[in-house]
T-cell receptor, first 113, second 111 residues
Framework: DAGVIQSPRHEVTEMGQEVTLRCKPI?????LFWYRQTMMRGLELLIY????????DSGMPEDRFSAKMPNASFSTLKIQPSEPRDSAVYFC???????????FGPGTRLLVL | GENVEQHPSTLSVQEGDSAVIKCTYS??????FPWYKQELGKRPQLIID?????GEKKDQRIAVTLNKTAKHFSLHITETQPEDSAVYFC??????????FGTGTRLTIIP
């Protein structure tokens, strides 16, 4: 199994631009989680899905952030417009069942100039 | 919601010695406590976990203990090796599927 796949691995963009992060969960996993990691705030849960349906988006910082999961093998996290304070590492994780181990992807390192 | 505190934030130990990292949680309904290891520039990876119906769990040099009454759990690494150097995160899950993570401990093993 390839594990959780994220793309791009690195993204550098200018303030105001749209950023789209992508995630492919482990095949067969029914839960998908988006996290953001910064030095100041640590690892924060942004949103998670069960069977492609968003369950809890209370961690999404503001309306500039949106996430979708059009099918069981693909999810996107979009930031529009991006701001320098969005600079962070964004991780996607998946699990088989909500109470089981979460497996993290390699992350996307985002830098907004 | 759940609140998880982790101590210490940094820890240096001599190679071969033991390391202990402690976490406390706020919600007595929490029932699952994983520990993740994150090497520099890499993803967090699960190293051990414990559920609320168990007091201790071991996996080779790594062990986790849980005290439900005091609402704290600890990671113990024995016979530390240079490859144990990393940031370690504890987490707690209560009720549903959400994990709340601690702030991390940067462990450095001194050769």
């Amino acid at each position: 199994d390839a594990g959780v796949i994220q793309s791009p691995r690195h993204e550098v963009t200018e303030m105001g631009q749209e950023v789209t992060l992508r995630c492919k969960p482990i095949s067969g996993h029914d839960y998908l989680f988006w996290y953001r990691q910064t030095m100041m705030r640590g690892l924060e849960l942004l949103i998670y899905f069960n069977n492609n349906v968003p369950i809890d988006d209370s961690g999404m910082p503001e309306d500039r952030f949106s996430a979708k999961m059009p099918n069981a093998s693909f999810s996107t996290l979009k930031i529009q417009p991006s701001e320098p304070r969005d600079s962070a590492v964004y991780f996607c994780a998946s699990s088989l069942g909500g109470t089981e181990t979460q497996y993290f992807g390699p992350g996307t390192r985002l830098l907004v100039l | 919601g759940e609140n998880v505190e982790q101590h210490p934030s940094t820890l240096s130990v001599q190679e071969g010695d033991s390391a202990v990292i402690k976490c406390t949680y706020s919600d007595s309904a929490s029932n699952y406590f994983p520990w993740y290891k994150q090497e520099l520039g890499k993803r967090p990876q699960l190293i051990i976990d414990i559920r609320s119906n168990v007091g201790e769990k071991k996996d080779q040099r790594i062990a986790v203990t849980l005290n439900k009454t005091a609402k704290h759990f600890s990671l113990h690494i024995t016979e530390t090796q240079p490859e144990d150097s990393a940031v370690y995160f504890c987490a707690a899950r209560w009720g549903n599927e959400k994990l709340t993570f601690g702030t991390g401990t940067r462990l450095t093993i001194i050769p």
